[in-house]
């Protein structure tokens, strides 16, 4: 921890790679985990932008279980202390695969959504945007609306993608938390940065597809670690 700290404290351009690992502790459970949501329902019946399309009226029940779970969650110890970290100018940016919104609740600025937010709406026809609250269903051009978040045959946005390895490339050291680097294209973020210099801290409960090029690896619950982390860098002068 103390030597973790050290690093993070002489970066010059430290970013973090969050996944659902960071917000189990708030009460999300990990869509692919034993209680996730892909536990109840099928993932190529619900889960893809055509099915979306198909038969829209079923997919919303599936959205609003989904979005209730959300909605009540609060940002956990790691995700505010993410958020102090970015205040101090520690952190220059988070990229999450999260779309729960709890780093922009904690405070956090500079956030990268690589797979989109539940806490908007968007038309699928024309790109419109729309706040949850508005509970559109239809955009008056006559398009699907859905939360926007990344449906599987979605495209990832493309400037979330091109900021993101851009961050990846000018990074010295990225914090990896709690995500097992198995979906693509995020996962290339840690690979992109370790070819170019950058030292890789892991924050994880297990091993993942990035562990093998971790120059740090710190096993355990990330609300845990991370505060513990800041509390060192503090210590530091």
Request: include cysteine.
């Amino acid at each position: 921890m103390k030597e973790v700290a050290k690093e993070i404290k002489n970066s010059k351009f430290c970013i973090a790679l969050t996944g659902a690992g960071i917000s189990t502790e708030s009460g999300i459970p990990d869509f692919r985990g034993k209680n996730g949501i892909w536990s109840k329902y099928d993932i190529n019946e619900y889960g893809t932008i055509e099915s979306f399309i198909k038969n829209p009226s079923k997919i919303w029940k599936f959205f609003e279980e989904m979005i209730d779970g959300f909605k009540n969650a609060k940002p956990n110890i790691a995700h505010i202390a993410l958020a102090e970290m970015e205040k101090e100018g520690i952190v220059k940016a988070i990229i999450t695969q999260n779309v729960d919104n709890l780093h922009a609740k904690a405070g956090s600025k500079n956030i990268i959504e690589f797979h989109g937010n539940f806490s908007k709406l968007k038309c699928i026809k024309c790109g419109r945007k729309f706040d949850m609250e508005e509970e559109m269903r239809i955009c008056g051009c006559g398009g699907l609306v859905k939360p926007d978040m990344i449906m599987f045959g979605e495209e990832i946005p493309k400037d979330a993608i091109e900021k993101s390895f851009e961050l990846a490339e000018k990074c010295d050291l990225i914090l990896v938390i709690g995500t097992s680097c198995s979906v693509y294209p995020a996962a290339y973020i840690p690979v992109i940065a370790k070819r170019n210099g950058a030292k890789i801290v892991e924050i994880n409960v297990e091993d993942t597809e990035i562990t093998h090029l971790a120059d740090y690896v710190l096993r355990g619950k990330c609300s845990e670690i991370i505060s513990k982390i800041l509390e060192e860098i503090k210590n530091l002068h």
